[in-house]
T-cell receptor, first 113, second 114 residues
C-alpha cells in the first residue's frame, strides 16, 4: 500500500534552532515529492517540490529538502527557524503522472520566541 | 492570477441530507483534485478530474462523487450525509495533474454534519 510517514507529530523549538523533519514513503514506482505548509488560519501552501534532477531542493523561506532514493526519504531542513515558521508541515508523495497526492499525518511545529 | 476558490466556505447539514461543494481552479488549470482533511485521518485523496473525466479515485464510498465542467470548474457531492463526513474539504488545481506540475490548494469548505 502507498503510504507516507512523518516521524515527528509535534516539534517545539526556540528561535534560531535548526530544524529537520523526517518523511519516509512507501511506493514502488516513480514518485514526485512535496512539502506543504499550513500556517494558522491559512490554506495549504507549497514549500518545495522534487520531480527529478538534483536531489537537494530549495524552497521558499529558507527551507530545503533532500531526496534519498535508497532510503525512500525526503527530509525537510531549515538551518535557523523563526517564530513565523510556526505551522503544520505536510510531506506528500505523488505517483508520477497522476493527480493523486498521498499525505503524511503532518508535523506541528511550534517556535518559541 | 486568482487562486483556487471554493464555495461555500462553511456549511452545516443534517444527517441524511446531501451536499454539493464547488471549486474553481486557477485559470488555465485543467486538473482538479479533491481531498478530505480530518483530525483523525489527516488529508485523504478523494478523486481527480481532468478534462471532465475522473482520472483517479481514492478509497471513499460511492456516496462521494464529483464532476468537472468544460470550464474546468468542479463540484463534489456527498449524499446521505453521516456524522463522520464532518471535515474540511479541500480542492487543488494543477495545470495537467501530471509531471512536473504541482497542485495549488484552495481555502477549503468546512462541512459540519449534525
Amino acid at each position: 500500500a502507498q503510504s507516507v510517514s512523518q516521524h515527528n507529530h509535534h516539534v517545539i523549538l526556540s528561535e534560531a534552532a535548526s530544524l529537520e523533519l523526517g518523511c519516509n514513503y512507501s511506493y514502488g514506482g516513480t514518485v514526485n515529492l512535496f512539502w506543504y505548509v499550513q500556517y494558522p488560519g491559512q490554506h495549504l501552501q507549497l514549500l518545495l517540490k522534487y520531480f527529478s534532477g538534483d536531489p537537494l531542493v530549495k524552497g521558499i523561506k529558507g527551507f530545503e529538502a533532500e531526496f534519498i532514493k535508497s532510503k525512500f526519504s525526503f527530509n525537510l531542513r531549515k538551518p535557523s527557524v523563526q517564530w513565523s515558521d510556526t505551522a503544520e508541515y505536510f510531506c506528500a508523495v505523488k505517483p508520477s503522472n497522476t493527480g493523486k497526492l498521498i499525505f503524511g499525518q503532518g508535523t506541528t511545529l511550534q517556535v518559541k520566541p | 492570477k486568482a487562486g483556487v476558490t471554493q464555495t461555500p466556505r462553511y456549511l452545516i447539514k443534517t444527517r441524511g441530507q446531501q451536499v454539493t461543494l464547488s471549486c474553481s481552479p486557477i485559470s488555465g488549470h485543467r486538473s482538479v483534485s479533491w481531498y478530505q482533511q480530518t483530525p483523525g485521518q489527516g488529508l485523504q485523496f478523494l478523486f481527480e478530474y481532468f478534462s471532465e473525466t475522473q482520472r483517479n479515485k481514492g478509497n471513499f464510498p460511492g456516496r462521494f462523487s464529483g464532476r468537472q465542467f468544460s470550464n474546468s470548474r468542479s463540484e463534489m457531492n456527498v449524499s446521505t450525509l453521516e456524522l463522520g463526513d464532518s471535515a474540511l474539504y479541500l480542492c487543488a488545481s494543477s495545470y495537467t495533474g501530471g509531471d512536473p506540475y504541482e497542485q495549488y490548494f484552495g481555502p477549503g469548505t468546512r462541512l459540519t454534519v449534525t
